[in-house]
């Protein structure tokens, strides 16, 4: 058993995790990047119903994660508290986001609204269910920041994989100047996504491990839970930088079709090269980020990664309207979220570790839960402001053209309110 507590975590667990992190990426990232561009630009849903549907999400992504965070918790079975949710949910995973590109309430305004609301809340509730999981569980197999920073370059290169596909995919099949019609094909490419990433997250579960002696402690109500966490300094500091960050990011990710569609211009495989660079940069960096964790601690590079990526979103504004500075420009946001990707998991397992001296239970998914708590409204508000400021330059979703004025309130909305 001492064996298992170790750092010594097998190549093989490194492996399936970060390959479960992959197709889990693979799955949300495609829905929560890139369904407000299919929905407003594709389905022809009114950018105003987009922006209010995230806002009503927002509330029960908000306080569905603490709650299902605390629930797993207090969950005890023979293979473990947390693998079983990875292993039996993931078909319902990948049938889930299969769905959410099939609208079956019709095609007027109010079908579509409520038909984005019902994607989003049943996706995300299966979603916060593994996603909870994949993202506390480092913090228990790992146990000194530097072997969860190894363990980091794992989850970040293969996870980054999973990142790619779920941006260069839709972006090849969405995007285009000539029509605002969807791609035939996409559908299909959706579906095949779908499934590899189930059969990925639920043959991987298998090379998993999880600490037993969590499951025989006594855990905390609701209620004392969220209290305690609370008492956690450190980490409400954290949350701080965590929610601008996230609205930041989720701006790139969601926003980045628009960029590519209505700026750029680009269309096949030439739309997906700022892509690509960006992950190229963040491979390369990953690496080079995590050989620098001894040296620099994990605080410091993180702090340099969110000024950096501030700093060079600020210059985007003024010079990424054209292609080629547009790609120059796209390597060195790779490098501002590589220090980012690359810390937040080891900080995040260091703040359960001081949670654990206050408290003397380990309490990964709590913490994840109560993180979301902070990062998911920042998701629905990213969303609703960058979609009010294009609808505010005079954004139409029906033109595969826009006016220079709503260009000028694209370029505004997709790189001065991250910076």
């Known amino acids: 058993m001492e064996e298992i507590y170790s750092d010594n975590i097998p190549r093989k667990t490194k492996w399936a995790f970060g390959l479960i992190g992959a197709a889990s990426a693979a799955l949300d990232g495609t829905v929560f990047g890139s ?14 119903l987009v922006g209010i549907a995230w806002l009503i999400f927002g509330i029960w992504n908000a306080i569905n994660d603490p709650i299902f965070g605390i629930l797993e918790e207090r969950t005890k079975t023979k293979i473990g508290r947390r693998i079983p949710y990875i292993r039996y949910g993931a078909f319902i995973y990948g049938l889930f986001f299969i769905l ?15 038909n984005l609301l019902a994607v989003l809340f049943v996706f995300d509730t299966i979603f916060t269910l593994i996603g909870l999981v994949t993202y506390s569980l480092p913090a228990e197999m790992a146990i000194t920041a530097k072997s969860r920073a190894n ?3 794992y989850t970040t290169i293969l996870g980054a994989i999973g990142v790619l596909v779920s941006m260069v995919l839709p972006m090849f099949f ?7 019609q969807l791609d035939p094909a996409f559908r299909p490419a959706m579906i095949i996504v779908g499934i590899i990433s189930s059969i990925i997250i639920f043959i991987g579960s298998y090379f998993l491990y999880e600490n037993d002696y969590t499951q025989q402690e006594e855990t905390l109500g609701l209620i004392s839970s969220l209290l305690e966490s609370f008492k956690n300094k450190p980490f409400l500091i ?26 750029l211009q680009l ?3 030439a739309a997906m090269i700022p892509l690509i660079l960006i992950f190229i940069s963040l491979f390369i960096f990953t690496a080079i980020f995590s050989m620098l964790v001894p040296k620099y601690g994990l605080r410091k590079i993180q702090l340099f990664g969110l000024v950096f ?12 309207d054209e292609y080629l500075p547009a790609l120059i420009i796209m390597v060195f946001i790779g490098v501002g979220l590589a220090a980012r990707v690359v810390t937040e998991g080891p900080i995040m397992g260091d703040l359960i570790d001081y949670d654990e001296t206050l408290t003397g239970k380990r ?7 109560i993180n979301a708590l902070f990062m998911k409204p920042s998701i629905s508000i990213a969303n609703w402001l960058y979609l009010a400021i294009f609808k505010a330059y005079g954004f139409d979703e029906t033109l595969s053209i826009q006016s220079d004025r709503t260009k000028s309130g694209i370029m505004i909305g997709f790189f001065l309110v991250p910076a």
Do not use: H
């Open 151 to 153: 363990l980091g370059v």
């Open 35 to 48: 369904i407000t561009f299919f929905y407003n630009v594709k389905m022809g849903l009114d950018s105003n």
């Open 100 to 114: 959410s590109w099939f609208p079956f309430f019709g095609t007027t305004q109010i079908a579509l609204f409520f």
């Open 238 to 263: 954290f949350e701080s930088s965590n929610f601008l960050f996230n609205i930041g990011y989720t701006i790139l990710i969601s926003g980045i079709f628009y960029y590519i569609q209505f700026i």
């Open 174 to 180: 969405l995007t285009g100047t000539e029509t605002t």
């Open 267 to 269: 269309t096949d495989i």
């Open 363 to 369: 309490r990964e998914t709590s913490y994840a839960g």
């Open 309 to 320: 990526t501030s700093i060079v979103f600020a210059i985007c504004f003024f010079i990424a």
